[in-house]
Nanobody, 122 residues
Framework: QVQLVESGGGSAQAGGSLRLSCVAS???????MAWFRQAPGKEREVVAV???????SVVAPVKGRFTISKDNAKNTLYLQMNSLKPEDTAMYYC?????????????????WGQGTQVTVGS
C-alpha cells in the first residue's frame, strides 16, 4: 500500500511562487509520479509527469513556469510553481503509477493524495 500526502499549498498573488511537496510512504516502488489539478467546475487535468528515471514532461499551460522534481532519499515529489496566474487556482493532487507508460491519463495512476489547495489572486 502507498500513502501520498501533499503539502505546500496556500494563497499567492499573481506572479508569485509556491512549492508543493508530496511525501510517499509504504511501498515506495513506482514507475511514474505526477501532479494533477482540478479547478472548480472543471475536470481534473494533468500538470506534470516524472518517470522513475527522472524524465519529465509538463503540459503547455505551465511550461516554463512549473518544474517537477524529486528527492529519492526523502521519498518526496515536488512541484515548483513560479509566475503563478489566477488560472492556476485549483486543488493539486500527486499521483503514483506502479506500471504503465507514464502517460497523462488519470486511469494509469493507482494511488492519489488528498490534495492541497492553491489559490492565486490577481
Amino acid at each position: 500500500q502507498v500513502q501520498l500526502v501533499e503539502s505546500g499549498g496556500g494563497s499567492a498573488q499573481a506572479g508569485g511562487s509556491l512549492r508543493l511537496s508530496c511525501v510517499a510512504s509504504g511501498n515506495t516502488d513506482y514507475n511514474c509520479m505526477a501532479w494533477f489539478r482540478q479547478a472548480p467546475g472543471k475536470e481534473r487535468e494533468v500538470v506534470a509527469v516524472m518517470d522513475s528515471n527522472g524524465a519529465t514532461s509538463v503540459v503547455a499551460p505551465v511550461k516554463g513556469r512549473f518544474t517537477i522534481s524529486k528527492d529519492n532519499a526523502k521519498n518526496t515529489l515536488y512541484l515548483q510553481m513560479n509566475s503563478l496566474k489566477p488560472e492556476d487556482t485549483a486543488m493539486y493532487y500527486c499521483a503514483r503509477a506502479l506500471w504503465g507508460s507514464c502517460s497523462w491519463r488519470q486511469a494509469e495512476y493507482n494511488y492519489w493524495g488528498q490534495g492541497t489547495q492553491v489559490t492565486v489572486g490577481s
